[in-house]
């Protein structure tokens, strides 16, 4: 049990850190200079074991301060391993990102630092269902656009798109593991989602989204199925969990490090069973983050409009 002197402590530590954090951001975003291009500064260091939502709330302690001291940012967003959050205007970006590991500030150039990102998205991936997916390693899997200040690129990544099924089920697992651990912090209070449709079922929509409190949510319109036990028997056994108003959904709580892959388990077999040929066959639409603002995610897996 920690002992009142050593809370006291970690208090005073864990203030310093944000407020050293916050003196950085500030250096970093108003004289840029001869810190352009450097190697990140390490500002928090994660426990290895630390689990996603530890690592959320260490980010938290960080990231007010320094919006406080800067502003809100010019894009949110994140990746498969952390945030990647970022001030930017036509002279500088401060990228505010984080990993496993730890979580670091740096400023860079904006036309470099893009022009590399956007080569790894249009050339990096697999070539084919037999060779190993990179979206873990995409630069981010999801960014918000909404109007704050600076600059936005001005230009959108292209999507990484999934082989087959298997690398569509990794893709949207790792987006929604990002989104339980980064958007609460981001934008606190807003929900996000986007809604699949499949080509040859173009009528009946999969909506995959995130609610804070509620966590993961998948659910499937089923209005054009005749409802009875039978159905009930076989949408529960698919890992439904409940039916209203003619749509199927199924909910799986935020702190389950454990909710991600088995939401995108579900969307992945219930996309199949309409009988598409591949992720080739499904687009995403109707992306949002409570209805403000540009979601773009490169990291889906699917062609979005």
Avoid: K
Wanted: with cysteine; net charge negative.
């Amino acid at each position: 049990m920690t002992s009142p002197g050593e809370s006291q402590i970690a208090i005073a530590a864990r203030a310093t850190t944000a407020a050293s954090a916050a003196r950085l951001a500030e250096r970093l975003h108003g004289s840029p200079g001869e810190h352009l291009g450097a190697a990140p500064v390490a500002i928090v260091h994660h426990r290895p074991e630390a689990t996603r939502l530890e690592r959320r709330e260490a980010f938290r302690e960080v990231y007010g301060p320094i919006v406080a001291t800067i502003g809100e940012p010019t894009l949110y967003g994140g990746s498969a391993w952390g945030p990647s959050v970022r001030w930017r205007d036509e002279d500088r970006l401060v990228l505010l990102a984080g990993d496993r590991f730890r979580i670091t500030l740096s400023v860079h150039r904006p036309e470099e630092l893009e022009r590399g990102e956007h080569r790894c998205f249009t050339w990096g991936g697999a070539w084919s269902a037999d060779e190993p997916h990179d979206f873990d390693l995409l630069p981010y899997s999801w960014q918000l656009y909404r109007g704050g200040p600076g600059e936005w690129p001005g230009e959108r990544p292209d999507h990484r798109l999934a082989g087959d099924w298997e690398q569509l089920e990794s893709a949207l697992e790792l987006l929604l593991a990002a989104w339980a651990e980064q958007l609460p912090v981001q934008v606190p209070g807003d929900w996000a989602g986007f809604t699949v449709v499949a080509d040859r079922d173009p009528g009946r929509d999969l909506v995959v989204s995130y609610s804070p409190g509620e966590g993961l949510e998948v659910a499937i319109d089923d209005r054009d199925a005749q409802q009875g036990p039978e159905r009930d028997r076989l949408m529960r056994q698919c890992g439904w969990q409940g039916h209203d108003r003619g749509w199927w959904h199924s909910a799986f709580p935020e702190a389950d490090e454990n909710s991600a892959a088995a939401a995108a388990r579900l969307a992945v077999t219930e996309l199949r069973s309409r009988g598409a040929a591949g992720p080739q066959e499904l687009a995403a639409r109707e992306s949002g983050v409570d209805d403000r603002g540009e979601l773009w995610l490169p990291g889906l897996g699917i062609r979005a409009y």
